[in-house]
């Protein structure tokens, strides 16, 4: 893994405008679905990204690949803003930047054949057509652990698994430098989980591929990444090493999630403390003031509900392991009790 950051995302933000009225509609509010995210990927890298559902992942991901527009902040890639390309001049970056989506079975066409949703990459940029063409898909097909001859097959034709190897084989086609991964394995089988996930560590190795591996099992993220983030309800509030944040996690949600983590061992499950988290998540369209978790955290306190914490390194950490918290989780802090003394009051800092 080098130090070279090939991606970079300076205060992203993402918002989605809510509007009201039949002939003159107009916004009345806004669902902050990414509020601010900054963050770096190495190149070699995998980075995982981490949180509940609706936290503001799959949001982000389309933000990184320009899928979706920005509402504010930049993306860099590889030096260059690519924050307010056009469509004409962003042809250039997505031959760079590739995703693979989260559902096998809607991620492809079913009225068309596999040949042709793998070969779409090379066509819509005019690299191969004809014979060559086809002989790339196939050779693409084999490289993914799929029968070439199957070419003129349909998706239908094939499992889930296998279906999300195709979606692999046309993420790859232009041999991009960073691959977007959204929960990539979450629609499969475990056992097929483990063959997809072998299958891109081998690709990553071979091809010297980034990875931006979003997922919420921990587990998995555990198994392929060299980094993690967590996001909560759009913002990051821990980034560290993979090793350093699942061995000392210091955000009291982070703490949360791991201790709902799958283990193998039997006697771990069961001599670990489980975190319940009370109350639900707010509402993005309503954010919290102050830190985004406060209603829900154990270890809150009246600073919590107005000012923001900066995700910076805290006392005694690596400067690597980055935390957005005023009180960060110690040694013997017991945090199976329910929220401080800021948090679980509606009235407070909203």
């Known amino acids: 893994m080098s130090n070279d950051v090939l991606l970079r995302l300076d205060n992203v933000v993402k918002h989605y405008p809510i509007k009201q009225g039949a002939l003159v509609r107009r916004q009345i509010g806004a669902v902050r679905a990414v ?73 492809l066409n079913p009225r068309r054949r596999v ?20 002989r790339r898909v196939q050779d693409l097909m084999a490289l993914v652990g799929l029968n070439p001859e199957h070419y003129n097959r349909f998706p239908a034709d094939f499992s889930g698994g296998q279906r999300q190897r195709i979606g692999v ?21 475990v056992s097929i989980q483990a063959q997809i996930l072998n299958l891109l560590a081998d690709l990553q190795r071979e091809l010297e591929l980034t990875f931006v591996f979003i997922a919420h099992d921990l587990s998995v993220v555990e198994h392929v990444s060299d980094r993690v983030a967590v996001l909560y309800l759009g913002r990051i509030v821990e980034v560290a090493d993979a ?20 283990v193998a061992d039997p006697d771990l ?6 975190i319940v988290l009370t109350g639900d998540v707010p509402s993005p369209v309503d954010p919290p003031k102050g830190c985004h ?37 110690e040694p013997g802090d017991d945090l199976t009790r329910g929220p401080g003394p800021a948090g679980g009051v509606p009235d407070d800092g909203r």
């Not at 990204?49 to 930049?74: D, F, P």
């Not at 040949?115 to 086809?134: L, N, Q, T, V």
């Not at 090793?243 to 799958?262: F, I, K, M, T, V």
Request: aromatic share 4%; charged share 25%.
């Open 35 to 107: 509020d601010g995210v900054s963050l770096e990927v190495r190149r070699g890298e995998t980075l995982g990204l981490v949180g509940e559902t609706g936290c503001g992942k799959s949001t982000l991901a389309r933000c990184v690949t320009r899928l979706h527009a920005l509402t504010a902040g930049t993306v860099e890639f590889d030096g260059r803003d690519i924050s307010d390309l056009s469509r004409r001049a962003l042809r250039s970056v997505r031959r760079e930047i590739q995703m693979i989506f989260q559902d096998p079975y809607g991620a």
């Open 115 to 134: 040949g042709s949703i793998i070969g779409d990459p090379f066509a819509i940029h005019g690299i191969a057509d004809g014979a060559e063409r086809e």
């Open 169 to 189: 084989a046309r993420a790859l086609a232009l041999r991009p430098a960073l691959v977007v991964c959204d929960e990539p394995v979450s629609a499969l089988d």
């Open 243 to 262: 090793a350093e944040l699942y061995a000392n996690p210091r955000h009291p949600y982070s703490a949360a999630l791991l201790s709902a983590a799958s």
């Open 269 to 274: 499950a069961e001599r670990r403390e489980r």
């Open 293 to 329: 978790f406060h209603p829900r955290c154990p270890k809150a306190q009246p600073i919590c509900a107005v000012e923001a914490p900066e995700l910076v390194a805290r006392r005694g950490d690596p400067a690597a392991h980055l935390t957005a918290c005023h009180f960060p989780v």
